[in-house]
């Protein structure tokens, strides 16, 4: 972890992901300090997958990063630990000017299924970025909040491009056969 070179850096954290050795935690979350933007998007992706808690608060301050990527990531890294308690923060995110944020955080909101994130998700079905519009529709229907079936319906309806209108379909069709939640 402490090479010169970046790509040997990122290797590195990539190699303990893969192995999921939580000993590493402390180490990995010390790299989103790095000065190479690759190798702090790898830490916080990661950290993530090693689904250790502890790496909360790092990863919550990676959510102000300067890069883009590195805030996908660290919205990624959060959905997958899992803690409802990072649901506003994520919220938050879904304002970032970088699309590929927005769809990031998305897709973490979706994993994490909390219905508190509805009435963000259902404006981002009107981005003028499909991965945003496709995000926003798989994360709905992963949280399976039947309250969003008008808007991913409107979404469907609107969308021109076919390929897009698909998925947005597909994600329409989940939620409609997803057990009602109160």
Do not use: C, W
């Given at each position: 972890?402490?090479?010169?070179?970046a790509?040997?850096?990122?290797?590195?954290?990539?190699?303990?992901?893969?192995?999921?050795?939580?000993?590493?935690?402390?180490?990995?979350?010390?790299?989103?300090?790095d000065?190479?933007?690759?190798?702090?998007?790898?830490?916080?992706?990661?950290?993530?997958?090693?689904?250790?808690?502890?790496?909360?608060?790092?990863?919550?301050?990676?959510?102000?990063?300067?890069?883009?990527?590195?805030?996908?990531?660290?919205?990624?890294?959060?959905?997958?630990?899992?803690?409802?308690k990072?649901?506003?923060?994520?919220?938050?995110l879904?304002?970032?000017?970088?699309?590929?944020?927005?769809?990031?955080?998305?897709?973490?909101?979706?994993?994490?299924?909390?219905?508190?994130?509805?009435?963000?998700?259902?404006?981002?079905?009107?981005?003028?970025?499909?991965?945003?519009?496709?995000?926003?529709?798989?994360?709905?229907?992963?949280?399976?909040?039947?309250?969003?079936?008008?808007?991913?319906?409107?979404?469907?309806?609107?969308?021109?491009?076919?390929?897009?209108?698909?998925?947005?379909?597909?994600?329409?069709?989940?939620?409609?056969?997803?057990?009602?939640?109160?």
């Open positions: 972890l402490h090479d010169q070179d790509d040997v850096r990122a290797a590195v954290i990539d190699a303990l992901g893969v192995l999921g050795d939580k000993k590493a935690d402390q180490a990995i979350t010390a790299m989103l300090k000065p190479v933007e690759f190798v702090r998007s790898a830490a916080a992706r990661v950290l993530g997958q090693l689904g250790d808690s502890s790496a909360e608060p790092a990863l919550v301050s990676a959510l102000s990063d300067s890069s883009s990527s590195v805030r996908g990531a660290a919205a990624m890294g959060l959905g997958q630990l899992n803690d409802p990072i649901v506003p923060d994520l919220i938050n879904l304002r970032d000017g970088a699309p590929d944020v927005r769809a990031a955080t998305a897709n973490a909101l979706g994993l994490l299924k909390d219905k508190r994130a509805v009435p963000s998700l259902e404006p981002l079905l009107k981005e003028d970025y499909s991965t945003v519009r496709v995000a926003a529709a798989l994360a709905l229907a992963d949280i399976g909040d039947k309250s969003a079936l008008s808007s991913i319906k409107d979404a469907v309806s609107k969308e021109k491009d076919e390929e897009i209108r698909l998925q947005i379909s597909n994600a329409l069709q989940r939620l409609e056969k997803a057990p009602h939640k109160e």
